[in-house]
């Protein structure tokens, strides 16, 4: 059982845009520190964004900047992450993490931008 399920990925075009979501159905997301992370082929799997739970204090990697956007929406217990402007070595499965004292990950979703 995920705790959190990510979803929205795909593949895209260098310069295109996606949206991923993270969901949770056991509890409220945004009372918890949510990271966002991924893992290319080959490599560790990296921390790109982190939002503190409450406030929502928003923490972007260098790599990411100015690129991709969080959004938070309480209604639907969802966290949006917007990408845009992706480039090929965006490619990665990325995966939501939320941390309850323990932390919770999804299964990830993969993405992919090649033309």
């Known amino acids: 059982q995920w705790h959190v399920v990510e979803s929205g990925g795909g593949k895209v075009q260098p310069g295109g845009s996606l949206r991923l979501s993270c969901t949770a159905s056991?509890?409220?997301?945004?009372?918890?520190?949510v990271g966002w992370f991924r893992q290319a082929p080959g490599k560790e799997r990296e921390g790109i964004i982190c939002v503190s739970g409450g406030h929502g204090n928003i923490h972007y990697a260098d790599s990411v900047k100015g690129r991709f956007t969080i959004t938070r929406d309480s209604a639907k217990n969802t966290i949006w992450l917007q990408m845009s402007s992706l480039k090929p070595e965006d490619t990665a499965v990325y995966y939501c993490?939320?941390?309850?004292?323990?932390?919770?990950w999804g299964q990830g979703t993969q993405v992919a931008v090649s033309s």
């Open positions: 056991e509890f409220t997301l945004n009372d918890y520190r």
């Open positions: 993490n939320a941390n309850l004292g323990e932390n919770y």
